[in-house]
Structure formats: C-alpha cells, structure tokens
Nanobody, 116 residues
Framework: QVQLMESGGDLVQPGGSLRLSCVAS????????MGWYRQAPGKQRELVAG????????NYAASVKGRFTISGDNVKNTVYLQMNSLKPEDTAVYYC?????????WGQGTQVTVSS
C-alpha cells in the first residue's frame, strides 16, 4: 500500500526558511514524478512544485519560483521542498503528491504558517 508522509511544517517569520520532507513507502517510486501542492484556507489546492523521475526536470508555480527548490532522493524514496524567503501568503497546508497510472496518492499534509 502506497503511503506518503510529510514533515517539516512549522511557524516561521517572514523571510525565514523551512525544508519539507515527504517519505514514500509501499513500493519503488524511482520511475515516477512527484510534487508538492498547497491549500490555504478558503482556496483551492494548487501545485507548488514538481519533479520528474531522476530529478532531471523541475517546475514551479510562478509565485514560488526563485524561492523554493524541489529535490529528490531515490535511495530514500524521499522528496524535499526547500522554501526560502517565506512570505505570509505562503501560509497553507502543504501536501505531497504521487501519481501512478490513473491513481493519485496524497499525504496527510503539513502546516506551514508564515507570520510575525
């Protein structure tokens, strides 16, 4: 059974940094791309960043480009999201996402709050 477990969310001041981690279990995911989404209160879930298998290609939402970096470790079945220069508008629950064929898998989410 595929499971995704996020960690690393916290309360941070504007301008600060956080690194989120997502560990995938229940299989070998080296051939699948993964991504990070976020959902703020009252808003739709949106794609933040994605990474292809092997990490050769990454993509980012315009709002985070230049501040966030997605990376992966195939040995550890883990994907990371390094978030720098955080802004209050980055406040949201961040979710890890994996798609295998027609099935989408989500983690339980980790809360990121950016506030002074």
């Amino acid at each position: 059974q595929v499971q995704l477990m996020e960690s690393g969310g916290d309360l941070v001041q504007p301008g600060g940094s956080l690194r989120l981690s997502c560990v995938a279990s229940g299989g070998n995911f080296r051939f699948y791309g993964m991504g990070w989404y976020r959902q703020a209160p009252g808003k739709q879930r949106e794609l933040v960043a994605g990474i292809t298998p092997g990490g050769s290609i990454t993509n980012y939402a315009a709002s985070v480009k230049g501040r966030f970096t997605i990376s992966g470790d195939n040995v550890k079945n883990t994907v990371y999201l390094q978030m720098n220069s955080l802004k209050p508008e980055d406040t949201a629950v961040y979710y890890c996402h994996l798609r295998i064929g027609g099935t989408a898998y989500w983690g339980q989410g980790t809360q990121v709050t950016v506030s002074s």
